[in-house]
């Protein structure tokens, strides 16, 4: 150990730069070929983009409808992880569903009690249902008391997987918000996707772990069964936990961006992007690529998130991105479309809490029909939108600064 110090000033004064910051990664882009483009995702999200997957949208609150349809459906198993489980109506519906369930089918349910408010009401009729419930990190006093890294540690995945077949993710919560079509104040905007194919094993795999942190025991092997092709899309599932420099979300993030040649359309309900992935899009901008950046407007649920959200507007306005706030309720989206084949969609925001703290989960998916099922939804939610202009934006923060000097300037005067 005495040795380090010396060898690390030898090493810098010989030109050895300090070991990487994160911000150092810095795609700029994907190959063209598909050998070789499945290669570079799989060196970076350290799973393969595989074949043979279905990959269909869930807007809204028909969310409530398909994770009924598949609760029905179960002959083994039903899985379930949500950040929000509260009680009402989509709750009642669900317990419903799965007290209705065929007999031996078991049930796992695995909830944060974070975002879970009440909870404690649900909980014991989904045990007299026969499920098993764990919560995710339990909370011991009020949120008050906790220290900040355990709130910020938090299960943020929305899963529903059903034989070990079929999974739904996406930005879904078990609550009253997500009822309805995103078109009343009181109904909010969200994407989700039901998959079938391979890709529903790391869907699985990530419960799994989620599952056993929280108690449960190993899945069974029937939970894992073979998974026959069911579509022509390629896809694989992007499991982000907690890291102290580069999480799989950042880099998930960071390789879509950098994969787009021609179209770039972000929806974000969290939009507070590092530098290095705001770089990223500016850079794409200034290539000629239509970055459009869609975030939640004047219903945002978080208003310190908004006032961050547009603080990130200037930057990338002058450099060319395009940005639409949803005006008619709450966009809780989590979509990128890149080109015309990538997509993704789960429940990863761009800010710090998903790219550093929280276990998310979304699915990567190169299909071009998936990807024309993002466009038309994209320009719809645009349709309820209003674009915000550099030049006015401009003018507004200097309006905001002359009002924010101008007491102490009548101060002077007087």
Known sequence: MRLAWPILIALLAAGCPYPNHRQ???????????????????????????????????????????????????????????????????????????????????????VDPLGSVNFEIVAPVLT????????????????????????????????????????????????????????????????????????????????????????GDFLPPESFPPLAPAGDAQACFVASTSHRFLSEASKMWALSIASAKRRLWIANSYFIPPEALSDMLIEKARQGVDVRVLV???????????????????????AGVRIWEYEISMMHSKTLLADDALGIVGSTNMDPLALNHTEEGSVMVEDPALAKALEAAFEQDLTHSREIHWKGWKQRGLLQRLAEQLPSVIGDFL
């Open 128 to 215: 007299d249902a026969g499920c098993d419930v764990r919560l995710y990190r339990p909370m011991q006093g009020t949120v008050a008391s906790l220290d900040a890294v355990r709130i910020r540690a938090r299960m943020h995945r929305k899963l529903v997987i059903r034989d070990g077949e079929v999974a739904l993710t996406g930005g879904f919560g078990i609550w009253r918000s997500w009822l309805g079509n995103g078109d009343a104040a009181e109904t909010w905007r969200d994407t989700n996707v039901r998959m079938r194919g391979p890709v529903v094993r790391g869907a699985q795999l990530a419960f799994a772990g989620n599952w056993q942190e929280s108690g």
């Open 24 to 110: 150092d990664l810095r795609l700029r882009s994907l190959p063209e070929a598909p050998a070789a483009r499945s290669i570079a995702i799989t060196q970076t999200l350290g799973v393969p983009l595989e074949p043979g997957n279905r990959v269909e949208l869930v807007q809204n609150g028909h969310i409530f409808d398909a994770m009924e349809e598949e609760i029905r459906a179960a002959r083994s198993s039903i899985h379930i992880a949500s950040y929000i489980w509260r009680p009402g109506i989509p709750s009642d519906r669900l317990i419903i569903a799965l007290r209705e369930r065929r007999a031996g089918v078991q049930c796992r349910v695995l």
């Open 296 to 318: 939640p407007g004047r219903h945002h649920d978080v208003k310190p998130v908004l006032t961050a959200q547009r603080a990130s507007y200037a930057r990338l306005l002058e």
